[in-house]
């Protein structure tokens, strides 16, 4: 590979932190290697082990430990990652994408299908995966977590092993939460600019390199984040790509929507906005229990006993006698019913008032209806640090740690995020119309979306 020479006065600090990822391969698999092994103690040592007493805390049992480490400190930070430095955790960390490009170096390197391609699958993997999730506890037990984090990798590693040969096909289209990184990272200020002057004239009449890109991206069109891995092997080709700064609103406001706009912006508001919140909400959600007890009285009173009375194994829905916690049909469907239930009212109400907004500034336009939704990224990711946060709280709360901090860091965050995404759409905005009058009501529109959406999560966190 070609690297761009060290007397270019383009090479700032981030340039030549972009180059030592491209030099350093060999450092950045042994990385990976350590978090793998890492992982996979997690996950198999807690299943291994019995599970929590009511005395159990996070530095005496290896389940609670594994529980806060994976969920209130791994998973809310990875999401706080892409924000802050694009997807460097896809292309330098994470298990199970270095596990998928090493089983597809031994592979069968098939061609890629046309079902895997699918534009849906972001949007399918992540509600299947947060749906089962709730089923079978995945925050509280060990077996849930190997099931749903285990198959994935498992799964991650078959994908590459069929498919692509030095390529991250699951990563590319099946991983759960490709979509919400893909939306999350083009918020990122950092990212690998394509040169496509530097690109068309440097080497010309001489041989290059090509580049192996893993998450299969077409570098030299590739305009933002969303499905760069940061990896850094491109870093210097061509003396055309380098990691630069940018604006945090540029890849929203000026790139805009993908091919894949509606796919995506049905992830963002059923999904990452809509069963998400579900998701969260139901455990401490009064009306739940309301609505429980009004079905059970209905069945109770006209003799129906099986659905209060009949458990499934602890791989459909949640069953461990010894904790006091087994799902019943009731139980189990219930929640299932809820989560769906939440995800298509919010989902609705967001999109019926993305449309409002859209309409009012003119006629119809498909584009731009996609284009404001990428406005309530910024809330939508706030909203899964504080709800997968949430976990580390709960597990905090019996170790006598003071929590008094937590509510004026969940109001800042929300403040903020607010404020981003009606700076995001103001941006956006800008760009359809010049009339300051239909985008102030358009704007305004947008904002009761943002007014939606807090009061999910004032429910959530103070209401209820």
């Not at 761009?4 to 042994?30: D, M, V, Y």
């Not at 380098?242 to 929203?252: F, G, V």
Request: charged share 10%.
């Amino acid at each position: 590979m070609q690297q761009a020479s060290s007397s270019t006065p383009t090479q700032t600090l981030l340039a030549q932190a972009g180059n030592w990822l491209a030099r350093h391969r060999g450092a950045i698999i042994a990385a990976q290697w350590v978090v793998v092994v890492f992982y996979v103690g997690l996950l198999v040592l807690p299943v291994i082990s019995p599970l929590p007493d009511s005395d159990a805390r996070i530095f005496n049992n290896l389940t609670v430990f594994a529980q806060f480490l994976f969920w209130g400190i791994w998973w809310p930070f990875v999401l706080l990652s892409m924000v802050l430095f694009g997807r460097l955790w896809c292309g330098v960390l994470c298990p199970e994408g270095a596990l998928s490009e090493f089983t597809s170096r031994f592979g069968l390197n098939l061609p890629l299908p046309r079902w895997i391609r699918w534009s849906g699958w972001p949007f399918v993997a992540f509600a299947g995966t947060t749906i089962y999730g709730q089923m079978v506890s995945v925050y509280q037990y060990p077996k849930a977590v190997i099931v749903v984090l285990g198959g994935s990798t498992v799964a991650a590693m078959i994908i590459g092993f069929l498919y692509a040969r030095d390529r991250r096909a699951w990563c590319k289209y099946l991983c759960p939460v490709n979509g919400v990184f893909n939306m999350l990272s083009r918020l990122a200020p950092v990212h690998f600019k394509v040169n496509g002057d530097a690109w068309k004239r440097s080497y010309h009449g001489k041989k290059v390199i090509p580049i192996v890109c893993a998450p299969l991206v077409p570098i030299r069109h590739m305009e933002g984040n969303a499905e760069c891995h940061m990896c850094g092997r491109c870093s210097g080709h061509r003396d055309a790509i380098e990691l630069t700064a940018r604006s945090a609103s540029e890849e929203i406001v000026k790139v805009g929507p993908t091919k894949d706009a509606g796919w995506q912006t049905i992830l963002l508001l059923f999904g990452m906005l809509g069963l998400a919140i579900g998701a969260f909400q139901w455990t401490v959600s009064p009306w739940m229990v309301d609505l429980k007890q009004g079905i059970a009285e209905w069945l109770i009173n006209r003799n129906i006993m099986w659905p209060l009375e009949k458990s499934l194994p602890w791989f459909i829905f949640t069953n461990y006698p010894q904790q006091n916690d087994v799902f019943t049909l009731l139980d189990g469907s219930l929640v299932v019913a809820w989560i769906v239930a939440i995800g298509l009212a919010l989902g609705t109400a967001l999109s019926t008032i993305l449309a409002v907004a859209n309409r009012l500034l003119g006629r119809w336009d498909t584009r731009r209806f996609h284009h404001l939704a990428l406005a309530l990224i910024p809330l939508a990711g706030c909203g899964l640090f504080l709800g997968l946060s949430a976990t580390s709280i709960t597990i905090l709360k019996p170790e006598g740690v003071s929590l008094l901090w937590v509510s004026p860091v969940r109001i800042t965050m929300l403040t903020l995020a607010n404020l981003w995404s009606l700076w995001l759409a103001a941006g956006v905005l800008r760009r359809y119309s010049a009339n300051i009058g239909q985008k102030t009501a358009s704007w305004l529109v947008f904002a009761g979306a943002l007014a939606l959406i807090d009061t999910s999560w004032w429910l959530m966190f103070w209401g209820w």
